[in-house]
């Protein structure tokens, strides 16, 4: 069986190092511009679906929303716990497996947090868990790359340092994945760490029936953080807005 890289990788403290560390503006501003657009009653249950750290959580709840954060990563919800309110909470969950039925008014993956799994009935059970835990007329927004923009853009080799600590970050692609391979070079290892992501080519079609599938119906879809119009070559992500 292939060896589920994210669990490991995803677990690291290298991992949020590399990705999150300087984006924290960007991440809160994203997340007020998402409020302005939905316009979410006073008080709406929110499900936060492989949340890292909380990041995303815990400014939705500071903007007075309940809000409920599932990752697999233990480390990181043990770090996430520690911001937990009375509308705030946490929870070590595999995205593929059941949780709440009927329960939320919005779910949300943010950050390519998805398309990672081994086979396509892996990710259609994710869609489905999604599905089964909002209410009736509930609304999921999705943030994944935009395939045909991150093919044109890629960089194949590139060092990054970050608190004295090198990634050595290697990228490619086949008909259907992505591939990028991070090494870690840090003093305090014995010897050098080596992570290889995976992530699969889901276009906006694929997403669509993925979606229609588990009774999600694709709303709107846009290009960036700011919510502008999605273009299949030039926009950097792809951002869908569906409704059950």
């Known amino acids: 069986m292939e060896n589920a890289w994210y669990k490991d990788w995803f677990n690291s403290d290298y991992y949020h190092k590399l990705y999150f560390e300087r984006d924290e503006e960007e991440a809160a501003a994203f997340i007020h511009e998402l409020i302005r657009k939905l316009q979410p009653a006073p008080g709406s249950r929110m499900l936060d679906v492989a949340c890292g750290k909380g990041r995303h959580s815990i400014t939705l709840a500071a903007a007075g929303y309940r809000v409920t954060g599932i990752d697999i990563s233990p480390d990181s919800i043990a770090e996430a716990k520690k911001a937990e309110q009375e509308n705030l909470d946490f929870f070590v969950h595999d995205m593929r497996l059941p949780f709440c039925s009927n329960y939320f008014d919005y779910a949300f993956n943010?950050?390519?947090?998805?398309?990672?799994?081994?086979?396509?009935?892996?990710?259609?059970?994710?869609?489905?868990?999604?599905?089964?835990?909002?209410?009736?007329?509930?609304?999921?927004?999705?943030?994944?790359?935009?395939?045909?923009?991150?093919?044109?853009?890629?960089?194949?080799?590139?060092?990054?340092?970050?608190?004295?600590?090198?990634?050595?970050?290697?990228?490619?692609?086949?008909?259907?994945?992505?591939?990028?391979?991070?090494?870690?070079?840090?003093?305090?290892?014995?010897?050098?760490?080596?992570?290889?992501?995976?992530?699969?080519?889901?276009?906006?079609?694929?997403?669509?029936?993925?979606?229609?599938?588990?009774?999600?119906?694709?709303?709107e879809v846009f290009g960036d953080y700011r919510f502008g119009h999605y273009d299949v070559q030039q926009s950097p992500r792809l951002v869908i807005l569906a409704k059950k």
Not at 152 to 166: A, F, P, W, Y
Not at 185 to 201: F, I, R, W
Request: overall charge neutral; aromatic content about 14%.
């Open 110 to 219: 943010f950050f390519t947090s998805f398309g990672y799994f081994r086979t396509q009935r892996e990710h259609d059970a994710a869609i489905r868990t999604i599905a089964q835990s909002l209410k009736k007329d509930g609304c999921f927004v999705i943030d994944y790359l935009n395939v045909h923009h991150a093919e044109q853009q890629r960089v194949h080799n590139e060092k990054r340092e970050i608190e004295g600590t090198l990634y050595e970050i290697h990228r490619w692609d086949d008909d259907r994945h992505f591939y990028k391979k991070i090494t870690v070079h840090d003093s305090g290892l014995k010897q050098p760490l080596s992570y290889t992501e995976k992530v699969a080519k889901f276009s906006l079609g694929d997403f669509n029936d993925m979606l229609s599938y588990q009774g999600l119906q694709v709303q």
